[in-house]
């Protein structure tokens, strides 16, 4: 089936340790989002790309970068994760931005920062 | 900036009644989707309202878009312990029609 999937789906790191979460697709979508998710919040969006076009929201920190290096995957690096930085990680996808499409989110990685 | 709201926050209902979100866009919508997400889970897209005025039906979730296309909700009628989870609106984000700007959900939690 075609889907969304995110690795690993629990991450623990220490206090300003870089970390790198996954994500890839099977659903051959342009677009390629990634969120930050606290709990009881709603999804926030960090950057997402249009095929290779990033766009990054102007509110996210300098800490979080993303790399695209093809259409199916798509890699969140947090360069100093803080504290503050542990939440869940949803990575979504949608088809195209002719107008607001459905997007399909990974089941998520749960990061702990010690 | 362009925000979107949600009411209520929290609706703990009994089995078997109804339950009802509110969605309210300060800016006029060209489209709105709605969302639900298990605990522990993560988001899945249950619909999307385009037309002003529109009313789309699952089994027993009826959804509606406002005339003036800046307002949505989502009503369920007789709640089951399946319906628990918390339910996002959405709509697009200024400045780029393929980003989503997301309420602060609902979230329903059904006494069985």
């Known amino acids: 089936d075609a889907m969304v999937i995110q690795n690993p789906r629990y991450q623990v790191t220490q206090f300003g340790k870089p970390v790198t979460l996954s994500c890839s697709q099977t659903?051959?979508?342009?677009?390629m989002y990634w969120y930050q998710q606290k709990s009881s919040q709603a999804p926030k969006l960090l950057f997402h790309?249009?095929?290779?076009?990033?766009?990054n929201e102007a509110d996210t920190p300098d800490n979080f970068q993303s790399r695209r290096p093809n259409t199916s995957f798509c890699f969140l690096d947090i360069r100093s994760p803080g504290l503050g930085d542990a939440a869940m990680y949803l990575c979504a996808t949608s088809r195209d931005d002719r107008y607001t499409d459905t997007q399909y989110f990974g089941p998520g990685t749960r990061l702990t920062v010690l | 900036g362009q925000q979107v709201m949600q009411i209520p926050q929290y609706q703990h209902v009994q089995e078997g009644e109804d339950f009802t979100t509110y969605c309210n866009s300060s800016?006029?919508?060209?489209?709105i989707q709605w969302y639900k997400q298990r605990p522990g889970g993560h988001p899945v897209f249950l619909i999307q309202l385009v037309k002003s005025g529109e009313v789309k039906k699952q089994k027993r979730l009826t959804f509606q878009f406002g005339e003036a296309k800046k307002n949505s909700s989502l009503h369920i009628t007789a709640t089951q312990t399946t319906d628990v989870g918390t339910y996002f609106c959405a709509g697009p984000g200024v400045g780029g029609s393929e980003k989503l700007v997301f309420g602060k959900g609902t979230k329903l939690t059904v006494n069985p």
């Open positions: 790309y249009y095929d290779k076009d990033f766009n």
């Open positions: 659903l051959n979508h342009n677009v």
């Open positions: 800016t006029t919508l060209s489209n």
